[in-house]
């Protein structure tokens, strides 16, 4: 038996008839007498016209609808820069025309503090996990220990070749 023909069963039966007839149910409605939209235009036949009605809207309240398309995407930027970055060999880097020199240096610079602020949060939550979950140092795996000696090396290695960047 499915669901409808049970459905269709109660509504037959005579305790059901005898049910609406005391409390006066012809039908029921779950919508509880919710007043309709009174928004216009609320839900637009087309995105066009959406767009349309937005537009009027915010001159009306003195704002300027800023096009589709015409601001800045910053990931995408940073994901061209650092793919130029990463697929160039310093050669190319070099031979770039398209920027100055100086250009090519605050870029990377630019590029290196986004990249340093990414690692500085994974490094804080990384930590943080730790010590939450009183992970012991010795519960690390030898290959993950070896890593951090190995970043840490990294990261000595860098910090000199920044501060002769920076002299």
């Keep these: 038996m499915n669901v409808e023909s049970f459905i269709q069963k109660i509504k037959e039966s005579e305790e059901f008839i005898k049910f609406n007839d005391e409390m006066g149910i012809s039908e029921t409605s779950v919508t509880g007498m919710v007043a309709?939209?009174?928004?216009?235009k609320a839900f637009?036949?087309?995105?066009?016209?959406?767009?349309e009605h937005s537009e009027e809207v915010a001159?009306?309240?003195?704002?300027?609808?800023?096009?589709?398309g015409k601001g800045k995407n910053f990931e995408s930027v940073?994901?061209?820069?650092?793919g130029a970055l990463n697929e160039a060999s310093y050669k190319e880097f070099r031979k770039d025309e398209t920027r100055t020199t100086n250009r090519k240096i605050n870029d990377s610079i630019?590029?290196?503090?986004?990249?340093?602020?990414e690692?500085?949060?994974?490094?804080e939550h990384a930590s943080r996990l730790k010590t939450e979950m009183a992970v012991d140092q010795r519960t690390l795996?030898?290959?993950?220990?070896?890593?951090?000696?190995?970043?840490a090396e990294k990261i000595n290695r860098i910090s000199k070749k920044i501060h002769e960047l920076g002299a």
């Design 141 to 151: 795996w030898r290959e993950s220990r070896n890593r951090l000696v190995k970043i």
């Design 110 to 117: 630019k590029n290196i503090n986004r990249i340093m602020y």
């Design 59 to 68: 001159k009306n309240q003195g704002y300027t609808v800023v096009p589709k």
């Design 78 to 82: 940073y994901k061209q820069a650092m």
């Design 119 to 123: 690692v500085e949060r994974a490094v």
């Design 44 to 51: 637009a036949p087309s995105e066009d016209a959406f767009e």
């Design 36 to 40: 309709g939209y009174q928004t216009p």
